[in-house]
């Protein structure tokens, strides 16, 4: 077992009057891809905003390697090395490509700021934003909107990404170039925390699994030990691979 980057420790989240998660353990090592799987409500979005600052632990604690950052406010967080790629993915429509890259890139006031060999790195593994480069974003299909929220949270090298159902609403076949995308990523160590409502995805690309329910994480273990055992999946999840090839 990889050494664990980020640990959630009996982690309690509130808004405003509902109690969302309740008693969070969470252990995502260093260098893999970790999948969060649950039924819709489970409380996998509050556990990467939890993650990301964005609301804070009522009690409990979230460490980043070796770091409590449980009452860190999101830009220190995101400071150290954290992007987060939300469900509504977070790009700026009115925006070009190329815009919504630098202002992704910390520091970054012009395209040059951007390290070329990273930015041709993503254009091999996203060939639409080079072709709409200087388009508006808004003016993408979603799949491309899902590639450039991916692409503007690995612009830099990040500690950590956080991403919220990056296949909902794809087609097949951007579905197969995300996952392609995500390999590459995961051959370049890059540790990945994703939320992912479809098991096949999941099970092409996860090394660990953490399944939540009614805010709490109830089962944890290789992802290739679920992916094999359909009783399991059922249990958990009320799904068996057989019915999501």
Same mark, same amino acid.
Request: proline share 4%; net charge negative; glycine share 8%.
């Given at each position: 077992?990889?050494?664990a980057?980020l640990?959630?420790?009996?982690?309690?989240?509130?808004i405003?009057?509902?109690?969302?998660?309740?008693g969070?353990?969470?252990v995502?090592p260093a260098?893999?891809?970790? !999948?969060l /799987?649950?039924?819709? #409500? *489970?409380?996998?979005?509050?556990?990467?905003? @939890?993650?990301m600052?964005l &609301?804070?632990?009522s009690?409990?604690s979230?460490?980043l390697a070796?770091?409590?950052?449980?009452q860190?406010?999101?830009?220190d967080?995101a400071?150290?090395?954290v992007?987060?790629?939300p469900?509504n993915?977070?790009?700026?429509?009115d925006l070009?490509v190329?815009?919504n !890259?630098? /202002?992704a890139a910390? #520091? *970054?006031?012009t395209?040059?700021?951007?390290? @070329?060999?990273?930015?041709e &790195?993503?254009?091999g593994?996203?060939?639409?934003?080079k072709?709409f480069w200087?388009?508006?974003?808004?003016?993408?299909?979603?799949?491309?909107k899902?590639?450039l929220?991916?692409?503007?949270?690995i612009v830099e090298?990040r500690?950590?990404?956080?991403?919220d159902?990056p296949?909902?609403?794809?087609?097949?076949?951007?579905?197969?170039?995300?996952?392609?995308?995500?390999?590459?990523?995961k051959?370049?160590?890059?540790?990945?925390?994703?939320v992912?409502?479809?098991f096949?995805f999941a099970?092409q690309?996860g090394?660990s699994?953490a399944?939540m329910d009614?805010?709490q994480?109830?089962h944890?273990g290789a992802?290739?030990?679920l992916a094999e055992?359909?009783?399991?999946q059922a249990k958990?999840?009320?799904l068996?691979?057989?019915?999501?090839q």
């Amino acid at each position: 077992m990889s050494e664990a980057l980020l640990k959630l420790e009996g982690v309690h989240t509130h808004i405003g009057a509902y109690h969302i998660l309740h008693g969070v353990d969470l252990v995502v090592p260093a260098n893999q891809l970790t !999948m969060l /799987l649950g039924r819709n #409500g *489970a409380g996998k979005t509050t556990t990467l905003r @939890t993650i990301m600052g964005l &609301w804070h632990a009522s009690q409990g604690s979230v460490t980043l390697a070796g770091q409590d950052i449980t009452q860190r406010p999101t830009p220190d967080i995101a400071r150290a090395g954290v992007a987060y790629v939300p469900e509504n993915m977070g790009i700026f429509a009115d925006l070009s490509v190329k815009e919504n !890259m630098v /202002l992704a890139a910390r #520091g *970054a006031r012009t395209v040059d700021d951007i390290d @070329t060999t990273r930015l041709e &790195w993503i254009f091999g593994l996203f060939p639409a934003m080079k072709k709409f480069w200087n388009h508006p974003a808004g003016k993408l299909s979603g799949g491309q909107k899902q590639m450039l929220a991916v692409s503007r949270a690995i612009v830099e090298p990040r500690q950590l990404l956080l991403i919220d159902e990056p296949s909902k609403g794809l087609a097949p076949a951007i579905i197969q170039n995300m996952i392609a995308a995500f390999r590459e990523l995961k051959a370049a160590q890059t540790t990945i925390l994703l939320v992912e409502q479809n098991f096949n995805f999941a099970r092409q690309l996860g090394d660990s699994v953490a399944v939540m329910d009614d805010g709490q994480v109830v089962h944890s273990g290789a992802m290739a030990e679920l992916a094999e055992d359909e009783a399991l999946q059922a249990k958990l999840l009320g799904l068996s691979l057989g019915a999501h090839q």
